[in-house]
């Protein structure tokens, strides 16, 4: 199985600042059709997850334009320009190139 | 407005079974794929199965391969997973998500505890 690693696992952030989270994939994610399968999903506490971004970095419906995904092969990243109150939350990535579609461990934002 | 709602969860005892459902509205339910995860604390978020449109194909992780069976019926609007053989590890809150370049919508999931 594609094993998906984020960094780190736990993000102090000061609101109004930006953030930025890494996620590596043990395999290439590019997929015999020439994309590429990387989500973000953000779940804050008490929710279920709610997707941000797909196939790297095309935001998802309502997604406000501070989230912003990027990347290719094997290195991804999630950058948040500004932190607000609301995206405290854990946010995990997860590829959808190879069966069985594997998420990363996850990564705990909160405001110092 | 996309609605998915899951129910059917509850406490069973080891080896014993259970069946979830999920309600799909807001959406045309027969053209899309639709996968099951679920989420522990020893585990995090495991992708389980998810099923065609049409219900002619379906996919298994390892791990529930065997003991769990994905279905729908596009009449109802639903969405089903038979749980069978069933393991303390199979403990998790289960969330119906349609999929859709990745999961898209999740429903608010239904906690299944194993234990005797």
């Known amino acids: 199985d594609v094993v998906m690693t984020q960094s780190p696992l736990s993000l102090p952030v000061t609101l109004g600042q930006p953030a930025s989270i890494s996620c590596r994939s043990s395999?290439?994610?590019?997929?015999?059709?020439?994309?590429?399968?990387l989500n973000w999903f953000q779940q804050r506490p008490g929710q279920s997850p709610r997707r941000l971004i797909y196939?790297?970095?095309i935001r998802g419906s309502g997604v406000p334009d501070r989230f912003s995904g990027s990347g290719s092969g094997t290195d991804f990243t999630l950058k948040i320009s500004r932190v607000e109150a609301e995206d405290v939350g854990v946010y995990y990535c997860m590829q959808g190139t190879h069966w069985p579609r594997t998420f990363g461990q996850g990564t705990k934002v909160e405001i110092k | 407005e996309v609605q998915l709602v899951e129910s059917g969860g509850g406490l069973v005892q080891p080896g014993g079974s259970l069946r979830l459902s999920c309600g799909a509205s807001g959406f045309t339910f027969s053209r899309f794929w639709m996968i099951w995860v679920r989420q522990s604390p020893g585990r995090g978020l495991e992708l389980l199965s998810n099923i065609k449109p049409d219900g002619s194909e379906k996919y298994y992780v390892d791990s529930v391969k065997g003991r769990f069976t994905i279905s729908r019926d596009n009449a109802k609007n639903s969405l089903y997973l038979q749980m069978n053989s069933l393991r303390a590890e199979d403990t998790a809150v289960y969330y119906c998500?349609?999929?859709?370049?990745?999961?898209?919508?999740w429903g608010q999931g239904t906690l299944v505890t194993v234990s005797s």
């Open positions: 196939k790297i970095s």
């Open positions: 395999h290439s994610l590019v997929h015999s059709d020439g994309n590429t399968y």
């Open positions: 998500v349609r999929d859709n370049w990745g999961p898209e919508y």
